[in-house]
């Protein structure tokens, strides 16, 4: 990927400012470009000057409080430079219950640490050279593109990479079949992750749920096999086949102070005991309400109906399956 892409500039400027908030000390222009892995991809020390001038311009444009510090008390020669993070950090924040709700829901949207790699690249640069580290300033600063769909990060890098895939694939219907494609595009359209390409058995492009992926992705070929269409619009061909179900029921029963979300679309909501509540709900596809379920855990049963809890069942227990393989 050039580094004069959108998303490697993001990168780039993100690392800088984790890179800047790590330390208490000021920091030199070449420590500031052995830390950050895109300024050591440059050319020459002409082009990293050039590239980290206009770093610092749009940073103070966001509005991000950068330093310019002497490195020594006693020769002000050399500039340093470093983020004050009581200038950076926000004043402490209170959030309602209904608020806390809505910024979990966000939260699922960000997960997949597509940026994590380089910036902890940066980090053990930094600690390996004896830079004092400053944790308190990144707690939470740690960047992810979050989906629950396990299948998001391989089918991400095949897109990057014009790479051909295999995949398994669930129908509404809870039918399974084997699908070989090239991918042009991932999309987030409604909230949901969806994978545009040309699927090379049928002989046409198709559109793909990324939470229908049943098991691993695999690569069947090698980077940089076909060409994505200049044309490519994958809004208009995910809207050209996402026609709206009609709502089908589910009987759900929610532990009491859990499930706010769920409670909100409910048509009903009874109390069985002082424990649990039962939920009456209407969903259009199975496979997205399992994946909403599957996120509260225990605190969310399906009673009705049967393919629902066959769905939720089967992420929770590929859910288990990942976490017992690490």
Sequence with gaps: ?????????TERLLNLVICL????QPLSKARI???????????STEAFDRMFERDKDELRDLGIPLRTEPLDAYFDDEPGYRIDRREYALPDIVFEADELAVLGLASRTWQQASLAGAASTAMRKLQAADVERDAASILGLEPRVRTTEAAFTPVKDAVLACRPISFDYRKSDG????????????????????LTGFDTDRGAPRVFRLGRIDGAVKATGRPGAYQVPDDHDPLRMIEGVEVEREPQPAVLRVLVGAGNTLRRRARTVGDIDDHWSQLDVDFTDTEVFAEQISGFG??????HPPELTQAVVRRLRAARHAQEAR
């Design 33 to 43: 470009r052995d830390a950050v892995p895109q300024y050591g991809e440059t050319a």
């Design 1 to 9: 990927m050039s580094t004069t892409s959108p998303a490697a500039k």
């Design 175 to 194: 039918a399974v079949s084997t699908r070989h494609l090239q991918p042009w595009a991932v999309t987030n359209w409604h909230g949901r992750w969806y």
């Design 298 to 303: 225990p605190a969310v049963r399906v009673i």
């Design 21 to 24: 908030l790590y330390t208490r």
